[in-house]
């Protein structure tokens, strides 16, 4: 005896997955936008107000210096020697590379301009200094 399609006996032989996978790939792509919002929001720096400010920030290295003296390299505790030397091994690939410096607005032009001096020495060249709109 033959099945119709349109019969009551029929059996469904396969799961469709696609639906499935295309909420899976909108959420993947919300979680991925989201984690770099995040990010940038975990370090709590008051950070000094100008009218103009560079809109390249996001294409280059984030280093961060908070009020308690804590120094940051991409949202990761570390110590001026590795951040010395982890600039160092990252500039001999990306010769033009580009380190944003992020500093709270209370703390002194001394200790900023000892995290700018390390920064050459490491042999970054092009260093910007991160402030609000």
Known sequence: MAFLPGSEDDEIGYINITPMVDVLLVLLVI???????????????NLPKVNA????????????L???????????????ERMVLKL??????????????????RLPYGKIARVMGL?????????ALSVKR
């Open 31 to 45: 979680f991925m936008v989201t984690a770099n919002f995040l990010k940038m929001e975990s370090v709590n720096i």
């Open 53 to 64: 400010a560079d809109p390249n920030i996001q294409k280059s290295m984030q280093i961060a």
């Open 66 to 80: 908070t009020i308690d003296g804590k120094l940051l390299l991409e949202d990761s505790e570390i110590t001026e």
């Open 88 to 105: 160092s091994q990252e500039a001999k690939y990306r010769p033009n590379m580009r380190v944003t410096l992020s500093a709270d607005e």
């Open 119 to 127: 920064i050459r020495q490491a042999g970054v060249t092009r260093i």
